[in-house]
């Protein structure tokens, strides 16, 4: 069977894959990550495919309906994001009026949120895959190209059934994640990895997962509520090494990993068994990794001995009632710790800053801004609530009536940036959004962290490309706030 798997056109660089899809300030621009994986298993199973990532490679719709047209798929998988559904949706309907007898699904936590809606407004779509679709996609492929209509009764999957709507039964999660392919194998049989550049890693950079879900409930987070959910299931550490191992051999000129799960720092005895099987295998490749800000000194050091460079890490707010309402299960004096505990380590960090959540006041984001400046990060971000279909977030803004736009593309300005669309009566987003832009300016502007940088560049010479690659997007942003 033949297979397109399409991250479609939108924005001139949008950032699709990322957990809050935007044309970033930064010029960062994400891997097709998820679908990547999916084109992955699909080949495993033996089917043909080809991967377009649209807004990497700059193609519009026209030279993909041309590619659609000569490679006559039977199966399309297009990829989603909120902002861009109905954009996404657009697309979709397209291939299936070039290519009439290809069975087209969406993916991605979107649709997988809001299934039942996406097919409604969605006449050219044959069906949603709900949650992980690695497998569902497989399985339809599969019947499809046995023939016939087997693939309408595949788990996970929602589809037009007359005039309603049909789910069919829920599919179960993968736990067997050694049996992924490599997706650094998928990049590089499909893509170009030198088009693609995340602002706090070295360039050029191989995203991978070490494994999916996690236990968290922060109510915010999209991809644990839509897409992998609350367990986390883990590849084993000689798995996770061998792939390194593979990188290093197989994409010359790459500079870093970055391991995307959600919290890899979670099960602390197995980062440092992972840790210690890098350094037996004598990987040199430098590493980044999603954390939580409680990482105990002693697996901190050992992550820096095993080529670990940068945490990034959601600090989220430095009012302690507001950590508290949004479920993110921390004490403002564990975050401060673990900063200093980083740093000891030789550990840069990130941190991620959010305003407007429950409970927010113009006070507490004035602590918010004064606790970055007080914990140092290397780079910081600072950007208002963007609230997502499936996630907690989203339904109190949609009970408490606050949600104020009137499509899903107004998640976003006209230039791709987020624009929140939680508008409080006491916190309007308005209010919300300037402050983020302050915070911006009064983080990054400093003498004494111009300086720091400065310093950087001269002394870790490795870190140039990266912050002068970054320094020429995010720049003309500051210079315009």
């Not at 788990?155 to 599919?171: E, H, Q, S, T």
């Not at 990130?350 to 006070?363: A, I, L």
């Not at 308005?430 to 002394?459: D, H, I, N, W």
């Amino acid at each position: 069977m033949r297979v397109l798997a399409l991250n479609p056109p939108y924005l001139p660089k949008y950032s699709r894959a990322q957990r809050s899809p935007q044309v970033t300030r930064s010029g960062t621009l994400y891997y097709p990550l998820w679908l990547a994986y999916a084109t992955g298993w699909l080949e495993r199973a033996g089917h043909e495919v080809r991967l377009i990532d649209a807004p990497a490679s700059g193609l519009g719709i026209d030279p993909i309906l041309e590619v659609a047209s000569g490679f006559r798929p039977g199966l399309a998988i297009v990829d989603t994001s909120t902002p861009s559904i109905e954009s996404d949706a657009d697309a979709a309907r397209r291939i299936k009026e070039r290519c009439p007898s290809c069975v087209v699904g969406l993916v991605g936590p979107h649709v997988s949120a809001l299934p039942e809606d996406t097919l409604e407004c969605s006449p050219g779509v044959d069906f949603v895959a709900i949650k992980e679709y690695d497998e569902t996609c497989r399985e339809v492929a599969d019947a499809l190209a046995a023939g016939g209509d087997a693939w309408r009764g595949v788990a996970g999957l929602a589809l037009r059934d007359g005039d309603r709507v049909a789910r069919n039964p829920a599919r179960g999660w993968i736990t067997d994640l050694d049996a992924l392919p490599f997706v650094s194998s998928v990049y590089r049989n499909h893509l170009d990895y030198r088009r693609y550049f995340y602002s706090i890693t070295r360039w050029p950079v191989i995203p991978i997962v070490s494994g999916r879900g996690c236990p968290f409930r922060c109510e915010y987070c999209v991809y644990p509520q839509t897409m992998t959910g609350h367990r986390y299931r883990a590849r084993s550490v000689e798995n996770v090494a061998e792939e390194f191992v593979y990188i290093e051999r197989e994409l010359p000129g790459v500079r870093e990993v970055f391991i995307e799960d959600d919290t890899l720092t979670l099960d602390r005895s197995r980062v440092r068994a992972l840790c210690e099987e890098l350094i037996r295998r004598g990987c040199s490749i430098g590493w980044t990794c999603n954390s939580r800000p409680d990482v105990d000194p002693e697996t901190l050091r050992l992550m820096a001995a095993a080529g670990c460079r940068l945490l990034c890490v959601g600090v989220e707010s430095g009012d302690q009632d507001v950590l508290d309402r949004i479920g993110k299960g921390i004490r403002l004096e564990q975050i401060e710790r673990f900063f200093r505990d980083a740093r000891r380590a030789g550990l840069l960090v990130h941190g991620c800053f959010m305003m407007g959540n429950r409970g927010e006041t113009v006070e507490t984001m004035r602590k918010t801004l004064d606790l970055a400046r007080r914990l140092r990060p290397d780079t910081a971000q600072f950007y208002p609530l963007m609230v997502y279909p499936g996630t907690l977030s989203y339904r109190w803004a949609r009970e408490e009536n606050l949600v104020s736009a009137r499509s899903f593309r107004e998640w976003l300005t006209p230039e791709g940036l987020h624009r929140s669309v939680v508008d409080r009566p006491d916190l309007p987003r308005e209010t919300v959004a300037s402050f983020c832009q302050q915070a911006r300016r009064r983080f990054y502007l400093r003498p004494s962290y111009m300086a720091r940088k400065l310093g950087q560049v001269l002394c870790r010479p490795r870190e140039r490309t990266r912050i002068f690659k970054a320094l020429r997007t995010f720049a003309r942003h500051l210079a315009s706030e």
